[in-house]
């Protein structure tokens, strides 16, 4: 890595190289927001890398700020970290019962601004308490969020959930494709291949396949 920036209180570090030209947009104790262009790709992007606070409370001045950016950034933008908030019971796994009232502000910014959940590839869960059997908790913190005019110009953009190591959270790695250097790859089914003797036994299998992610990527 060539360079590198922080926010304000140094919780949040972007680096980048000599491949990418990244200008800070804003910053304050929870979010950095970046302008970004690569040498491949002939637009210039915004990403907001977040690492939210623990507290409720203490969010909401980071949900005003993605409010403001939705409504005044024309460019693509994603917006993509730690958000300390899951947005349904599923993402997490032991502990006591979650109280869904802690996420309707996040649910309802994600809602405001138009913002759409990447998905995953991996493991499901993103954060574990790294405690004993009996007291481990696992959440689904770390995501990323794009708006549609991302969705327009990077259609193949995913995410995928790396293993753990030396954190009590998984990596995210966002891999970026624009369309005009990806294929986009329709649907197709001929009619004679029901005759095969074994289309039923390898449908089948398909569907049966073990495939780590959320819903929406093991669909498609």
Sequence with gaps: MDQATSNCNGKIWVFWNKDVDCAVKEEDEQQITCTIRHNEIHEQFSITFVYAKCKDFLRRPLWDRMLHQASGNNRPW????????????????????????????????????GLIDLGFSGQKFTWSNKRGIGHRIWKRLDRA??????????????????????????PLLMEMNTAENDHIRYFKFLNFWTDHSNFLDFVKACWERNTEGNSMWKFH
Excluded: R
């Design 78 to 113: 994603c917006s993509v970290g730690d958000y300390n908030v899951i947005t349904t019971i599923e993402e997490k796994l032991g502990g006591v019962p979650y109280n869904m009232k802690k996420s309707l502000d996040f649910i309802a910014t994600i809602e405001a601004c």
């Design 145 to 170: 969020l794009i708006h549609d005019t991302w969705l327009e110009k990077m259609p193949q953009t995913t995410i995928t959930h790396l293993p753990s190591v030396g954190s009590d959270h998984c």
